[in-house]
């Protein structure tokens, strides 16, 4: 697979993650939504940590949420150098296209959230109670390397209770699927469950 067919995978993907973003973030105040169908729906939150709104300061409380961030912001920036190194690394030496789509997935969806982290708390005010603005005459809602990813594709598939003899959680309820993503999650999950469920394809030499 060559760099240019990659190169056009990672922009289409960057292309329709942040449209979606930017449309949601405009049109809707956080956690306003709407419903397509009653297992897949369009929810507003924003994540100001890592998967499942996970913040390092939740890890180590001994550093600040605003410490945190910049943290988590600064090490995605360094982990999306290194895909970028190991793609193109793998598009020089004539890896399998299974693999170089896979890390092609992987960088597109890093890059996208990353967008999100760096700049989106300069270019856009609070969701809170209302709908955003591009570009807001009184600044944003944080500074840069502090923005909130864009999350909005939510799947409640089926919610009920737990068995009540199941220990510790018998009786509560619960929803499947419960976590809200991005395209950007998406091809970042997609790229690695290839090179998780495809392992020997993806790594054999072509």
């Known amino acids: 697979?060559?760099?240019?067919?990659?190169?056009l995978l990672i922009v289409l993907i960057l292309v329709i993650d942040q449209v979606s973003k930017v449309y949601v973030k405009t049109h809707f105040a956080l956690n306003d939504g709407f419903v397509v169908f009653d297992w897949f729906k369009i929810l507003f939150v924003e994540n100001d940590g890592m998967a499942w709104g996970?913040?390092?300061?939740?890890l180590i409380p001994i550093i600040t949420d605003q410490s945190a961030?910049?943290?988590?912001?600064?090490f995605r920036i360094i982990a999306v150098f290194g895909i970028g190194i190991w793609?193109?690394?793998?598009?020089?030496?004539?890896?399998?296209?299974l693999l170089i789509i896979a890390i092609s997935l992987i960088l597109a969806g890093a890059l996208g959230n990353i967008i999100d982290s760096v700049f989106y708390g300069i270019i856009f005010n609070d969701s809170h109670g209302q709908i955003a603005t591009f570009l807001p005459e009184g600044g944003?809602?944080?500074?840069?390397?502090?923005g909130k990813v864009v999350?909005?594709?939510?799947?409640?598939?089926?919610?009920?209770?737990?068995?009540?003899?199941?220990?510790?959680v018998g009786g509560e309820m619960f929803t499947f699927f419960n976590p809200v993503f991005n395209i950007a999650d998406m091809a970042i999950s997609t790229g690695i469950g290839m090179l998780i469920f495809f392992n020997?394809?993806?790594?054999?030499?072509s």
């Open 200 to 205: 020997k394809a993806a790594f054999r030499e």
């Open 69 to 74: 961030k910049l943290f988590l912001t600064l």
């Open 140 to 146: 944003g809602y944080s500074s840069l390397f502090h």
């Open 151 to 168: 999350d909005m594709l939510y799947f409640p598939i089926w919610k009920g209770a737990f068995p009540y003899w199941m220990p510790f």
């Open 1 to 7: 697979m060559s760099l240019t067919k990659s190169s």
């Open 54 to 58: 996970t913040k390092i300061s939740d």
């Open 87 to 97: 793609l193109g690394n793998s598009i020089k030496n004539g890896k399998t296209s």
